[in-house]
C-alpha cells in the first residue's frame, strides 16, 4: 500500500513538533495529566517565557496541546488520551539516558519518578506495572486474547467502588509501554479509573512533578487487595542504606 504524499508531510510536520528537546520535555512534564500555566512550563524547561511562548503555540498549532485561559493566565494541557499514548510510547522506545544523576536529590527524584508516577490519567513505572500484573494473576483481567476484564474482576471493581466502565471512543483497557519499566502498565479507561479511585480512597498521593507517592494507608490496603508485597510500594532508598524507605 502506498501512502499519499500528504501522509509523508503530515508525518514529518509531527515528528519535527518533537525533534526539539525544549517541546520534547514540555510535552514529558505535561504527562501527570494537569494544566500548566505557560509561566510553569517555562520554569520547567529552564527557558525564557518568549521562548517557551513560541514552542507552546507550535505544540496547540500541531494539535498536541490544547489550552485555556483564565484572565491573563494560559493554560496548557495534552490534548487528549491519544496524545498523551503517543508520547509515553515514543519515550518507551527512547534509550535510557546513560548520564548518571548529579546529586542525590536529583538520584532520590528519578527514583521516585521511576517506581510511581502518572501517566495521563493513569499509573506507571514500577507501581503501574505491577497493578497489571496482579490484575492478571488474581483472575481480574484476561489477557489470553487482548486485555479484558473477568466477571470476577467487574465484581471487584464494584466491591472497591468503581463505576461501572462502559467502552466508548476510549478503550475500556489496554497496554501502555512504560518508558522506564520497558514492560506495559494499565491503561484506558481502567486504568483511568483505578488511578483516580486509589487516590480517593487515600491510598496513592502526589508527589513531586509526575511522581506518585503510596501512603501508610495504601501500604496496609494493597497487599490484602490485589496481593502486592508492602515491600513493592515503596521506592528504594538511594542512600546507600541498600533498604527501603
Do not use: K, N
Not at 503517543?86 to 522506545?93: S, T, V, W
Not at 479509573?193 to 490496603?221: D, Y
Not at 510500594?233 to 533498604?243: E, F, N
Amino acid at each position: 500500500m502506498t501512502a499519499a504524499p500528504t501522509d509523508g508531510r503530515r508525518l514529518a510536520e509531527l515528528a519535527a513538533l518533537l525533534a526539539d528537546e525544549t517541546r520534547a520535555g514540555i510535552c514529558l512534564a505535561l504527562l501527570d495529566g494537569r494544566a500548566w500555566t505557560a509561566g510553569e512550563l517555562a520554569r520547567g524547561a529552564g527557558v525564557a517565557p518568549s521562548t517557551a511562548s513560541e514552542h507552546l503555540t507550535r505544540l496547540v498549532r500541531g494539535g498536541l496541546l490544547v489550552e485555556e485561559r483564565q484572565g491573563r493566565h494560559r493554560y496548557l494541557r495534552l490534548a487528549d488520551p491519544a496524545v498523551a499514548q503517543l508520547i509515553e510510547d515514543l519515550a518507551g522506545h527512547a534509550s535510557p539516558d546513560p548520564r548518571p544523576a548529579g546529586s542525590l536529590r536529583v538520584a532520590t527524584a528519578d527514583a521516585a519518578l521511576a517506581h510511581a508516577r502518572t501517566c495521563y490519567d493513569h499509573l506507571a513505572g514500577r507501581l503501574g506495572v505491577r497493578l497489571r500484573d496482579a490484575l492478571l494473576t488474581r483472575g481480574l483481567l484476561d489477557g489470553a486474547d487482548g486485555l479484558a476484564v473477568t466477571p470476577t474482576g467487574r465484581d471487584w471493581l464494584a466491591d472497591l467502588g468503581v463505576a461501572p466502565l462502559r467502552g466508548g471512543r476510549r478503550p475500556l483497557v489496554r497496554d501502555c509501554l512504560d518508558w522506564t519499566e520497558r514492560r506495559p502498565h494499565l491503561a484506558g479507561a481502567l486504568g483511568a479509573a483505578l488511578c483516580r479511585r486509589f487516590a480517593e480512597l487515600g491510598w496513592t498521593t502526589r508527589g513531586t512533578g509526575r511522581s506518585v507517592r503510596v501512603t501508610p494507608a495504601g501500604v496496609a490496603a494493597l497487599p490484602e487487595a490485589l496481593g502486592i508485597e508492602a515491600g513493592e510500594l515503596v521506592p528504594p532508598r538511594r542512600d546507600g542504606g541498600g533498604g527501603r524507605a
